[in-house]
């Protein structure tokens, strides 16, 4: 069993459901500590959601999980992936986020065809057979609910898609490489209602296939999306569990506070 010693809550996860956990890790920005001694155990195949307020180290610590802070912060402690210390210079961080895909906030496709949007990743991981290629794009395409609207104009520009339709080709890029583990950093806060309910969708689909780590700001999103919920503050992680429970009957009265909207 994997046991996320938070304090205020603490879940139990059989070990073989565990797609990865942090140990006591702490992330320093310079001199300033952006996390203390975060423990958490995401489970295989579920939506886990980490919440709080601007500046709580939600994405610091999102980041952290694909050694995104290389080179920007210090990260200290274990990161275990699949029986291996992650935050090792000795891991290959290439193959990191090959295993752990990552969507930000802002979509940002490349400058090229919808098809070279995939392609690019999976050549320089050394794909390069046309069928095989084909086959990836519309696969994963297909998977971000994104297929329908362009397999009739795979060479167009992919800045020439909607905000919405971008996201969810910034989903389609990383699953292309067939990930375990999807991070997403608040993938639909520049997205409008209808763009953002289908990216929730497409999430929905994923879970069924990948363990999906998500960063939002917004609390509805939270409780209607994710099987988990880890909430930070100052850098803490206050308190962990199902979403139902966290929602409902919050242990820390500064939970229950910021998801009734009373800070933050
Ligand atoms: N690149 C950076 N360099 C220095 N400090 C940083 C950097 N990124 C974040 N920080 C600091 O780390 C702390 C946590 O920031 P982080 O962005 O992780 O919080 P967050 O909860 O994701 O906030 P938001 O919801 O606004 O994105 C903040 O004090 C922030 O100023």
Redesign the pocket.
């Known amino acids: 069993m994997g046991k996320n010693n938070l304090g205020a809550e603490t879940i139990m996860i059989p070990r073989e459901e565990i797609a990865i956990e942090t140990k006591k890790i702490d ?1 320093y ?2 001199s ?1 500590k ?2 203390s001694n975060a423990s958490l155990a995401f489970p295989r195949f579920k939506i886990s959601a ?1 919440i ?12 952290s999980l694909n050694r995104m802070n290389d080179g ?2 210090t990260v200290k402690g274990e990161i275990m992936y699949r029986s291996t210390n992650i935050n090792s210079v000795k891991v290959n961080v290439y193959q990191v986020r090959k295993h752990i895909g990552m969507v930000f ?1 802002r979509p940002n496709p490349f400058a090229r065809s919808i098809r070279n949007n995939i392609t690019f990743a999976l050549k320089e991981h050394g794909i390069h057979g046309e069928d095989e290629l084909n086959k990836r794009v519309e696969e994963s395409l297909r998977a971000a609910a994104l297929w329908d609207e362009v397999k009739d104009s795979l060479d167009k520009s992919a800045l020439s898609l909607s905000g919405g339709q971008a996201q969810r080709l910034c989903i389609a890029r990383s699953i292309a490489l067939k990930p375990d583990i999807l991070l997403l ?2 993938p639909a806060s520049a997205l409008d209602p209808v763009s953002t309910s289908k990216i929730e969708t497409t999430l929905r689909e994923l879970k069924k296939k990948y363990t999906i780590i998500i ?1 939002t ?1 917004n609390m509805q999103q939270a409780s209607r999306l994710s099987d988990y919920t880890a909430f ?1 503050h100052m ?1 803490k992680v206050v308190e962990y569990g199902q979403t139902n429970n966290i929602f409902t009957s919050p242990r820390a009265n500064i939970t229950e506070k910021y998801i009734s909207g009373n800070f933050g």
Do not use: M
């Open positions: 992330v920005y310079g300033n952006a996390i980490l709080g307020a601007s500046g709580s180290g939600k994405s610091t610590f999102l980041r920007i912060a906030q950093d608040e960063v700001h930070f850098g």
